[in-house]
Nanobody
Framework: VQLQASGGGLVQAGVSLRLSCAASVRSISSYGMGWFRQAPGKAREFVAQ????????FYADSVKGRFTISRDNAKNTVYLQMNSLKPEDTAVYYCAARASLNSNTWYSSPQQYPYWGQGTQVTVSS
């Protein structure tokens, strides 16, 4: 599975961005998907996950209520809608996939996802 994240940019605090993650696979419908981010000098951290059918959604507390993860299996794409962006959201954002994702389980560790995209930079200025 090859993943390509896009949609990052330099924005001011308070605005919105939508990240996309396109998968080069026959179908991502059997994969659970996650978004992670990594700020300079910090460990990669969980942002959101979604199961193969659009359920099993979990968010990090820091983004709950502002970010929304969704997927379009027909387009082999997963999205991360980011609203009310804050300077502390500045990071490289990565999408990740795993072949099975239990809708009732929170897969918050990067080690739980074997497939990764290259990342897209999001910079939020104050």
């Amino acid at each position: 599975v090859q993943l390509q994240a896009s949609g990052g940019g330099l924005v001011q605090a308070g605005v919105s961005l939508r990240l996309s993650c396109a998968a080069s696979v026959r179908s991502i419908s059997s994969y659970g998907m996650g978004w992670f981010r990594q700020a300079p000098g910090k460990a990669r951290e969980f942002v959101a996950q979604i199961s193969w059918n659009g359920g099993g959604i979990f968010y990090a507390d820091s983004v709950k209520g502002r970010f929304t993860i969704s997927r379009d299996n027909a387009k082999n794409t997963v999205y991360l809608q980011m609203n009310s962006l804050k300077p502390e959201d500045t990071a490289v954002y990565y999408c990740a996939a795993r072949a099975s994702l239990n809708s009732n389980t929170w897969y918050s560790s990067p080690q739980q996802y074997p497939y990764w995209g290259q990342g897209t930079q999001v910079t939020v200025s104050s």
